[in-house]
């Protein structure tokens, strides 16, 4: 009897070290924006309002789907405007949403919605403007909706919204890093969806730009681990 307990506390500790090593900490999936295939560059005459920033319209991005007037717009976060080229710079693209803009991924993460793992999303947000003054975000209520889909049927399992600040100044749009996060409910791989909070108001809602997405330490390996060392306590103990 001795030697069952042994084994089957064994396995359980195998059991609990194999569900802590999975991989933590490394995205499974980001996007830089920077594929995106300009429409019409029009920074000019003098670049994004504030920031002086080159910017695109009727643009699109491999692997997302867009809707919406003139999607999808988009800053060189990079680059002032200087012409069609920018300033030499590597374009470094984030979107922006103006007030019905929406772009969706076309395919599910893979193991982005496994059953009680937790996961990070991860992304910079600024405020967003083309060249009108009336079009920046208000710094407020404006937001920039994220939506998490199940890849399967579109249902929209978690939702969560960015307020961003308006656009700081020459260079500066102002991004900043934002951190939100759900817990997988095992239903199927998840796909992101996003677009303004605030549709209809005339102003951009703000700008995205390297969102990723991270599984994080399960706290049910946490817990098995805890558990495991109270049945072996017990076992020195009778």
Do not use: C
């Amino acid at each position: 009897m001795k030697s069952t307990t042994q084994i089957r506390l064994g396995s359980l500790a195998a059991a609990v070290l194999v569900t802590f090593s999975l991989p933590a900490g490394a995205a499974i999936f980001h996007a830089d924006f920077n594929g995106l295939v300009p429409g019409n560059i029009n920074g000019g005459p003098g670049g994004q309002f504030i920031t002086a920033h080159d910017m695109v319209v009727g643009a699109s991005v491999p692997g997302w789907s867009n809707s919406g007037a003139g999607t999808i717009h988009a800053v060189d976060t990079a680059n002032a405007f200087s012409g069609p080229l920018g300033t030499g710079n590597p374009r470094n693209w984030g979107v922006m949403f103006w007030q019905d803009n929406v772009i969706t991924q076309t395919a599910g993460i893979a193991g982005s919605n496994n059953a009680s793992v937790p996961y990070s999303i991860d992304f910079l947000a600024a405020g967003g403007v083309y060249h009108a003054a009336s079009q920046v975000n208000n710094g407020t209520t404006d937001n920039i909706l994220i939506e998490v889909l199940r890849a399967s049927d579109s249902a929209v399992l978690h939702s969560f919204n960015h307020a961003p600040l308006q656009p700081i100044g020459v260079g500066d749009l102002g991004l900043i890093p934002v951190n939100f996060g759900y817990t997988g409910d095992g239903s199927g791989d998840i796909l992101f969806r996003l677009g303004p909070g605030q549709p209809g108001q005339r102003r951009f809602q703000g700008t995205i730009d390297d969102l990723s997405l991270t599984p994080e330490p399960s706290s049910v390996a946490l817990l098995g681990l805890g558990g495991l060392a109270l049945l072996m306590r017990r076992r020195r103990n009778g």
